[in-house]
């Protein structure tokens, strides 16, 4: 599926009737952050939006972009130390519009390099540290080891999470979040403690990609529902099909570390 570019999206979305609203989905940088499928992040809230009865639009943030307003959803994805650099500035200038967006409530996924400079720092394996815009209370240590398999992780919110880690940044949690959960498969944030990902209000923070959202149907929810909820004051949910996910979790679930 070849996903629509920005005003094909709002061109769609104007077209359809009898919805419950517009929900709008912001992709950070996916021109330097998207090499670990970030873009099937989008494609699942996307339809999933559609399926509870809403109408998503679709907007991308790059480098030197005005910044969108009114936004619902944020997604950011992975990207190697090479796109960090290239966003870091950039990143920065933006820092206080996405600090009040988050403390605000506004729901946002950040998978892997995101995760990492929404932090407070990501210092490479090379001693270059790459500062970070402190929304979440973490910080990043690159190293020569490599945590890279399948990842089975328990959470007390969205039950079994299924994903693909693959990252040699080791990352610790200060005490201004909490863990999205432990690991019964993989490794997570680090190598020593069993915990992977990290939850500060209606941000979900992860390593894990594959896309995530395809084989986690419970984490698209939540973004949508909180979203719909913010800007609507309720969420009546729609009867999204969940037969390829679950099927896809089930493979995951086989699946060796």
Not at 129 to 147: A, F, K, S, W, Y
Not at 172 to 198: C, I, W, Y
């Amino acid at each position: 599926m070849t996903p629509l570019s920005q005003d094909e999206a709002s061109s769609a979305g104007s077209q359809e009737t009898g919805s419950k609203g517009t929900i709008r989905v912001l992709q950070l940088y996916p021109r330097d952050m998207n090499i670990y499928g970030d873009w099937g992040n989008v494609l699942v809230l996307q339809q999933r939006i559609r399926w509870h009865g809403y109408t998503p639009e679709i907007l991308e943030y790059n480098v030197g972009d005005p910044f969108p307003e009114d936004v619902d959803i944020i997604v950011g994805g992975g990207g190697q130390d090479s796109g960090q650099l290239v966003i870091q500035d950039d990143l920065l200038s933006r820092e206080s519009a996405l600090k009040e967006l988050a403390d605000d409530g506004t729901p946002m996924l950040l998978i892997c390099g995101l995760y990492q400079l929404f932090g407070r720092f990501f210092k490479t394996r090379t001693g270059a540290v790459i500062p970070g815009i402190g929304v979440l209370d973490v910080e990043t240590h690159g190293t020569d080891e490599r945590l890279i398999g399948n990842v089975t992780v328990s959470s007390p919110e969205f039950g079994d999470i299924l994903g693909y880690e693959n990252h040699s940044g080791q990352t610790r949690l200060g005490p201004g979040v909490r863990p999205l959960g432990t690991t019964a498969k993989g490794t997570g944030n680090n190598s020593s403690d069993g915990q992977e990902g990290a939850r500060y209000r209606n941000i979900v923070a992860s390593y894990l990609h594959g896309s995530l959202l395809p084989k986690n149907p419970a984490i698209a929810d939540f973004l949508i529902r909180t979203a719909a909820e913010r800007k609507y004051g309720s969420f009546t949910p729609g009867a999204p099909d969940d037969g390829y996910a679950e099927l896809a979790r089930e493979h995951a679930a086989r699946r060796p570390r």
